[in-house]
């Protein structure tokens, strides 16, 4: 139960979930790839590759700062090539990055539209077919996609077609993905959290307070029960960061709660 000298490529770690799957990896002595764009400060979102590799590395693992924008071909590429070059091969994807947009048709500009579908599915896809080489010549490969289940309910469609697109671009993908490569040892599985989760998203999704959700902690430690399973025959799950926790034995889930006086809010896509 240990990712001590695993190698991952994390999209989307400077912050938020990205960054707690990286640091939690890091406890265990993993190598970790950051890749995302953001390699200067900003102000409205806190946190840089540099800031997450240092994170890393202050909680035991070896960093590796990428700026990879995952909708340029050639910068992925070029990211998964100086990672396996850094640390001799590759052992997980995890498939983070994601754009949102929550306002219905009117209100989406199609640059918008166009950043969500690039970044969620056609990233997703991206990022996959790059780093699969190298992964199925690992001993216990996985990808995991922050994705929720197939869910073709119009409720979830209605309010914001042009995310819900994206999002499900994301879980279709992993779903093809892990028939496509099935037998061959690798698992492709998606995550998804019960509740919303603290992150810098909480400012696209108007009327929720951080005091109602959970820290991203939760699916740090869901994603490490994941990965740290054996590969083999262990694919095409949409698993649930509590189901995967209570599985693993996690009784209580208090710890995880930013406020736990308040109410949790259920997150988008789950019936």
Request: charged residues 20%; glycine residues 8%.
């Amino acid at each position: 139960m240990t990712l001590a000298g695993k190698t991952l490529f994390i999209t989307g770690a400077s912050r938020g979930i990205g960054l707690a799957i990286a640091v939690r990896a890091a406890r265990d002595g993993a190598n970790v790839a950051i890749a995302a764009k953001s390699d200067v400060p900003n102000p409205k979102l806190p946190g840089t590759i540099h800031t997450a590799a240092a994170a890393v590395e202050a909680a035991g693992g070896r960093a590796l700062a990428l700026k990879c924008d995952i909708r340029d071909e050639a910068q992925v590429r070029e990211a998964v090539a100086r990672t396996v070059e850094t640390f001799g091969g590759l052992d997980i994807l995890v498939n983070n990055a994601s754009a949102i947009w929550l306002r219905g048709t009117l209100d989406t500009p199609m640059k918008r539209f166009d950043l969500m579908q690039q970044v969620n599915a056609r990233g997703t896809f991206l990022c996959a077919q790059a780093c699969l080489p190298h992964l199925l010549r690992a001993e216990s490969p996985h990808i995991l996609t922050l994705a929720p289940p197939p869910n073709l309910d119009p409720k979830w469609w209605a309010p914001h077609t042009g995310y819900t697109l994206a999002k499900m671009g994301m879980s279709f993908v992993t779903l093809g993905l892990a028939a496509e490569f099935s037998g061959r040892n690798i698992a492709i599985n998606a995550l998804w959290p019960r509740t919303v989760i603290a992150t810098d998203a909480l400012n696209m999704i108007p009327g929720v307070s951080a005091a109602q959700c959970r820290t991203p902690e939760i699916m740090a430690d869901a994603a490490h029960v994941v990965l740290t399973r054996p590969a083999a025959g262990f694919t095409g799950r949409f698993l649930i960061d509590e189901e995967v926790l209570a599985e693993a034995g996690v009784t209580d889930f208090t710890r995880y709660a930013v406020d736990p006086s308040q109410p949790l809010l259920p997150d988008l896509f789950l019936d």
